[in-house]
């Protein structure tokens, strides 16, 4: 069993900065991939950011490539999401998860623990 908890959050104007937390229970935590995804309403939720195991490769989708750094720090149990240069078009609420796979994807499906999400507002 594993808990992940967002943080982080909030209300920013457009080309502004936040970096959002997840921190997961357990000891294992370095042994599995971990990734950012967003949801809005009406919407399926999207892949943001992947990161592996060891940290050595990070994957974006298009739509932050540039903007958004993931990266984690295993001593602290803890995947960070720095998201720079907000647009309206990244207001959503934002979900970390543990991946089942070695590497870590971009499907929904290969990640099986999620947390309970952190709202993102972008004002323009």
């Known amino acids: 069993q594993v808990l992940l908890v967002e943080s982080g959050g909030g209300l920013v104007q457009a080309g502004g900065s936040l970096r959002l937390s997840c921190v997961a229970s357990?000891?294992?935590?370095?042994?599995?991939?971990m990734g950012w995804f967003r949801q809005t309403p009406g919407k399926e939720r999207e892949f943001v950011a992947r990161?592996?195991?060891?940290?050595?490769?990070?994957y974006y989708a298009d739509s932050v490539k540039g903007r958004f750094t993931i990266s984690r720090d295993d001593a602290k149990n803890t995947v960070y999401l720095q998201m720079n240069s907000l647009k309206p078009e990244d207001t959503a609420v934002y979900y970390c998860?543990?991946?089942?796979?070695?590497?870590?994807?971009?499907?929904?499906?290969?990640?099986?623990?999620w947390g309970q999400g952190t709202q993102v507002t972008v004002s323009s």
């Open positions: 990161i592996s195991r060891s940290g050595s490769s990070t």
């Open positions: 998860a543990k991946s089942t796979t070695v590497f870590g994807t971009a499907r929904l499906d290969d990640y099986d623990y």
């Open positions: 357990g000891r294992t935590f370095g042994s599995y991939p």
